[in-house]
């Protein structure tokens, strides 16, 4: 036992291990099977896309404002004298119908002035009617005259053929001369009179028409003692108490009409020249030649919407757009009519539109021609991710031509027809599989919003 333990120690024991083990690796290699190959699917993301397609668009573009009334009474008086009425109502603030007396001062020494030029008018007719009576009784004086005048020159020729045949002296003959000079003296002087009449009858005309202007006057005088509302106003301030005296020109109080409100909106001229579908800045006034251009406003709709409020808008009309830029913030200035701005309002729910108020004013336009148009978040970085016909991710550059509150207005890049991915897809790789699903509804909204149809 002793010499068969001796005899496999050593090298030899190493070199038995060694076989050993080679021996059983290589019958665990012989015997060892195939790896199974197991084939896992590509993974794909789903993802929503809507139908790029030419919609109708209708441009809009904001700017905001103070609203102020579009015509406002500064009452002045023509004529000083002392307030003797003040309606109770006259306050700021406050509404007062058409035709209201408002304020009235006193009218004494301008009924006064009436008086008197109506009397010396009254005298004046009596003048002319004397006048007219005299001349009628001068003709018929001049008349009775003629007819002496007449005897008289017959009785001159009979006497100078009996003075001829020596029949009477001639003594009688100088005599009857005589009366017959005097005949046509008196004759003569009632001609002379009556062509004074017509210059008799000018001085009066023209006294009359001095003192009916005088009485126009004061009628004027009186009429500008009263001072009545023009129109259904409200009251902006007074500036004059009853029993206080006034100068001629001094300010009394201040009015608005309430028929109808303005607002001038600060539009960029970028978004004016959009709104107008020009390239080109366009003309911002009306010329008075008609050879220039001239900005046409006629299409514009537009609104004025309280800000801070929800839900209180009134329907507006574009009137003109302001000589030159606004010198501060380099903007149009469009200036906006709202009719009856006190019409429906339910103060505090609904007010009316009053002086002061902080408006935004919105102006849209529909364009001529239809324009792609898809949701703004749809654009990443002048990229739109697309769904082509093996339902992989393309990645697309296109051009903006403008941003109109969510969507984007495309100028190229994309076709009607094309898959827009609407959803932000991260990693968004080019090729990748995706699971597309279409969202009518979104496409809905955005021909909605595209139409002008949906706030």
């Known amino acids: 036992m002793t010499l068969m333990r001796h005899r496999w120690s050593g090298p030899a024991a190493i070199l038995l291990g060694l076989l050993i083990g080679l021996a059983t690796a290589v019958t665990l290699v012989l015997l060892r099977e195939p790896p199974q190959r197991i084939e896992t699917p590509e993974a794909s993301h789903a993802v929503r896309y809507i139908r790029a397609e030419l919609l109708p668009l209708r441009v809009r573009v904001g700017g905001h404002g103070v609203a102020r009334p579009a015509e406002t009474w500064a009452a002045v008086a023509n004529v000083p004298g002392r307030v003797i009425y003040r309606h109770p109502e006259l306050q700021s603030g406050n509404l007062l119908p058409e035709g209201a007396l408002l304020l009235r001062i006193d009218p004494s020494r301008y009924e006064f002035a009436e008086r008197e030029a109506r009397a010396e008018l009254a005298s004046l007719r009596a003048e002319r009617r004397e006048l007219d009576d005299e001349e009628r009784n001068t003709r018929r004086l001049l008349a009775l005259e003629q007819r002496r005048l007449d005897l008289a020159e017959q009785e001159l020729d009979r006497v100078r053929r009996l003075a001829e045949r020596g029949a009477v002296s001639s003594a009688q003959r100088d005599e009857q001369e005589r009366v017959t000079l005097q005949q046509e003296h008196a004759v003569q002087s009632l001609q002379n009179q009556l062509l004074l009449f017509p210059a008799r009858r000018e001085r009066l005309e023209a006294q009359r028409a001095r003192t009916e202007t005088r009485l126009d006057h004061a009628l004027q005088d009186l009429a500008d003692t009263r001072f009545f509302a023009p129109y259904d106003l409200r009251v902006h301030d007074v500036e004059v108490e009853r029993h206080q005296h006034v100068n001629a020109g001094q300010r009394l109080f201040r009015a608005d009409n309430i028929a109808a409100a303005e607002l001038t909106a600060h539009v960029p001229v970028k978004q004016m020249r959009r709104l107008l579908g020009g390239d080109t800045p366009p003309p911002l006034t009306v010329a008075n030649d008609a050879t220039l251009p001239r900005v046409d406003l006629s299409g514009l709709e537009a609104k004025a919407t309280l800000v801070g409020v929800d839900g209180v808008v009134w329907p507006a009309q574009v009137k003109r757009v302001v000589d030159g830029l606004d010198p501060q913030t380099r903007t149009a200035r469009v200036v906006l009519q709202v009719d ?76 009607p027809g094309d898959r827009v991915v609407v959803d932000d897809v991260v990693p968004a790789i080019g090729g990748m599989l995706l699971d597309p699903r279409r969202d009518e509804a979104l496409e809905a909204s955005v021909r909605e919003r595209a139409e002008g149809t949906q706030p």
């Open 340 to 415: 009856h701005p006190y019409r429906q309002a339910q103060p505090p729910v609904r007010p009316p539109l009053v002086r002061g108020m902080y408006l935004r004013a919105e102006l849209s336009q529909p364009l001529t021609e239809p324009r792609l148009v898809i949701p703004a978040h749809a654009v990443h970085r002048d990229e739109v991710y697309l769904v082509n016909e093996e339902d992989r991710l393309q990645r697309r550059a296109v051009s903006v031509a403008f941003w109109q509150e969510g969507l984007a207005v495309l100028a190229e890049g994309l076709a």
